[in-house]
Antibody, heavy 119, light 108 residues
Framework: QLQLQESGPGLVKPSETLSLTCTVS??????????WGWIRQPPGKGLEWIGS???????YSNPSLKSRVTVSVDTSKNQFSLKLSSVTAADTAVYYC???????????WGQGTLVTVSS | SYVLTQPPSVSVAPGQAARITCGGN??????VHWYQQKPGQAPVLVVY???DRPSGIPERFSGSNSGNTATLTISRVEAGDEADYYC???????????FGGGTKLTVL
């Protein structure tokens, strides 16, 4: 079955760019009608959608983060990526990747990766 | 922007029914999805499109959506249902995903 796995640095310095990759296995990221998204969860808090990319390359992002977010896809590697610029301690969170359809049903999810912003 | 409001906590005795609400302006016109998240784990989809269940989710989990409130109902609650539950929609007017703040379900 489809599986997603996040990877990237667990520690990022303030003002730098957070970069994460989600590797998709058990299916093609080029499949039509699916979006590939990023969600985060600060410690002890709720879920926050960051952004999504459609298989065609169209992107959508949370307006509160939009100016700092870049979501991209690499079909040759069956991966999609997140870049979040100018990070602060408030960006410390567990970051999840997930697939969703047009109705934004997120399933499945990756296991999540903790990213800490600290000098 | 669209806002979803959930009660911070709900408590229920084992064997009883738990109802978790999700409020939003005319939410009945949107498709609502529900996720269960246990400590240290990724969220799991338990109800989608208001009332459908993914394969493998017990029939005890059901959903409804009308007017300004969507509801997740867990019948015959078990200790293993203790978790955080989140509602979520796609706001088509702005092409944004919105999550509710989450509800902690405690089984007494």
């Amino acid at each position: 079955q489809l599986q997603l796995q996040e990877s990237g640095p667990g520690l990022v310095k303030p003002s730098e760019t957070l970069s994460l990759t989600c590797t998709v296995s058990g299916g093609s990221i080029s499949s039509s009608s699916y979006y590939w998204g990023w969600i985060r969860q600060p410690p002890g808090k709720g879920l926050e959608w960051i952004g999504s990319i459609y298989s065609s390359g169209s992107t959508y992002s949370n307006p509160s983060l939009k100016s700092r977010v870049t979501v991209s896809v690499d079909t040759s590697k069956n991966q999609f990526s997140l870049k979040l610029s100018s990070v602060t301690a408030a960006d410390t969170a567990v970051y999840y990747c997930a697939r969703h359809g047009p109705g934004a049903t997120f399933d499945p999810w990756g296991q999540g990766t903790l990213v800490t912003v600290s000098s | 922007s669209y806002v979803l409001t959930q009660p911070p906590s709900v408590s229920v005795a084992p064997g009883q029914a738990a109802r978790i609400t999700c409020g939003g302006n005319n939410i009945g016109s949107k498709s609502v999805h529900w996720y269960q998240q246990k400590p240290g784990q990724a969220p799991v989809l338990v109800v989608y499109d208001d009332s459908d269940r993914p394969s493998g989710i017990p029939e005890r989990f059901s959903g409804s959506n009308s007017g300004n409130t969507a509801t997740l109902t867990i019948s015959r609650v078990e200790a293993g249902d203790e978790a955080d539950y989140y509602c979520q929609v796609w706001d088509s007017t702005s092409d944004h995903v919105v999550f509710g703040g989450g509800t902690k379900l405690t089984v007494l």
